[in-house]
């Protein structure tokens, strides 16, 4: 039997670029996780869907556009909504440390601001995995 | 067990838990496909394969519209390699299906290859059994085709759709060989690109040299970014695939890709016994270094081992 680690690397909103989500998503590669890409504008109910579908354990959502105490928290109830809250979410970009309380409070676990070694987002995913 | 009957109702998360099982070969497993098993056979199973950026998801996501659009429930496996370095993988082929993501009648899953080399996922065809039971009328994979190897989709599909492009120069040449002849559709894709009458007759010429057929080899050209030939590729594959059925091709296909099956399984639970019975793992390296030596000589040392367990393994039915 071999489980696998598999996280789902999604863009809600509408900024226009994904390098980061992109680089994210080979970094937890080379550490050998099983990474579904979507790329960008994603919506909260298609992220939920494809997660599902996918069944994975973790969705890092990658945002830079400032929508993110709107977008986040509307994706862990749609989770909650498909009995799916066993599904972990963790948050990164541009994200201002002041709304990172906000985000914790609303059933995002972690959130990782620009600069974060990758290290610590593998030790976050193997504590709660 | 209770995922079973939520599998047989369709229920979408539990088809993607099965599909995990499936894909993880859960000691569960083999209990959850025989307790799905006699619900399978309805699905029809088309492959599309070809090289890397060929246009493969993209035609895959115009092939739905189409096949929705006929009240169909479709299901999508994509396949992408795992590295064979750290063993994780980036799976985007669906990033070009996220049209459908919200659409209840479609099911896309990502599998990685996991080291099974040939171009599908080790368990494929237990996870197309997995969605067969869960009542998908179309269920399409898109494999890996990059050479002579990737060519285990005919072992899973009941038509291979092999997706070729313009600009592949010597590419073509070193597909010949493996996963250009295992195509029963040939799309030409991205006609919108320069040198699409050349690879035109490439392929025609060498379907010439195929001989004659009385099931011909459709060609096919489309441009998948902008939705040209779609239409015409669907009705080709219906096409195609009555003339399938009706010559009894189908039949036999299917029946080939389950003598394959057996063949695969037989050897997988004997390995497993045997590997077992001599502990292997345990001492494959000391075996090694008596055969290197000179200590044993191969074929006597093996087959005494084998002789040895064939005669524990008869002893241990009299007693029983
Ligand atoms: N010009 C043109 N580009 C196309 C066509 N079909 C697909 N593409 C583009 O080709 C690129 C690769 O398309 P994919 O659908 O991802 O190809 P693929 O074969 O699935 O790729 P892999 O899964 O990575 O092997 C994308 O940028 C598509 O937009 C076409 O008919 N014409
Ligand atoms: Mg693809």
Redesign the pocket.
Known sequence: MSEKVRILIAKPGLDGHDRGAKYIARALKDEGYEVIYTGLRQTPDSIVATAIQEDVQFIGLSLLSGAHKELFPKIVDKLKEQEASDIHVFGGGVIPDRDIPFLLEHGVEAVFTPGTPISDVVKFIESVK | MELVDRVLKGEIRAVAKAITLVENGHPDKEKFIDSIYSKCGNAVVWGVT??????????VDKLIDQERSKGKKVAVI?V?PSSPFSGGAVL??R??MQSHATDPNVFIRSMASRGHLGGVAGNTTDAVRVLDAAGYDLIII?S?GVGQTEIEIIEVADIVLL?LVPGMGDEIQALKAGVMEIGDIYIL?????DGIEKLEAEVNYMLSLKGYDELKNPVVL?????N?GIVELTHTIEDYYSRLKTSNRLTHKRKKRVREEIQHLLISKIMTVINKNLETEKNIDHWAEKLISGEISPYSFFNQKIKNFLEESSENADTN
């Not at chain 2, 070809?50 to 035609?59: E, I, M, Q, V």
């Not at chain 2, 894709?189 to 690109?193: A, E, G, M, S, V």
């Open positions: 070809g090289p890397p950026g060929a246009g493969k998801s993209t035609l994509a992408d985007g082929d990033l070009r898109e890996i997706v894709n991205k006609k919108d690109h489309t441009s998948a970014v902008e040209i």
